[in-house]
Structures are given as C-alpha cells and as structure tokens.
C-alpha cells in the first residue's frame, strides 16, 4: 500500500489525468458522446465560475450588500 501511495505521490499528474479519462469514458458509456461533453462544459464552467467568485472575499462583499442601507454609527 505504501509503494501506491508513493507512486501515486510522484505522478499525481497522471493519476488525475488517469482518473479524468475514466471518468469521461464512463460519462460517455451513460449518457452518450455529446451528452457526457456537455456534462462536462457545464462542470468546468461551474468550476471557473466558482473560481472567479470565491478570488473576491464573498464574505466581505455579502456582509457589505446587506448592510448597504444600514445607518453606521
């Protein structure tokens, strides 16, 4: 087990890049080949859209608009 581990360790790369294929294989065995592309658009836009938001501080900028019509004092 701590020969995988290693392995895995050293060549992350191609393990993620391993696990991306299998993943898009089976997303095609299932929904069909322009289906699964969708699928997938729409995951990495979520994902860069989630990316975008979070680079701003969402607390900050949510505490900041509701308390927007507030009176400071």
Same mark, same amino acid.
């Given at each position: 087990?701590?020969?995988?581990?290693?392995?895995?360790?050293?060549?992350?790369?191609?393990?993620? /890049?391993?696990?991306?294929?299998?993943?898009?294989?089976?997303?095609?065995?299932?929904?069909?080949?322009?289906?699964?592309?969708?699928?997938?658009?729409?995951?990495?836009?979520?994902?860069?859209? /989630?990316?975008?938001?979070?680079?701003?501080?969402?607390?900050?900028?949510?505490?900041?608009?509701?308390?927007?019509?507030?009176?400071?004092?």
């Amino acid at each position: 087990m701590e020969m995988v581990l290693e392995y895995m360790a050293k060549n992350y790369r191609k393990v993620l /890049g391993s696990l991306f294929g299998f993943i898009f294989a089976m997303l095609i065995v299932i929904f069909g080949f322009f289906q699964a592309l969708l699928v997938l658009i729409l995951t990495v836009g979520g994902y860069l859209f /989630g990316e975008a938001i979070f680079r701003i501080d969402l607390r900050k900028w949510i505490v900041e608009k509701l308390t927007e019509g507030e009176d400071k004092e």
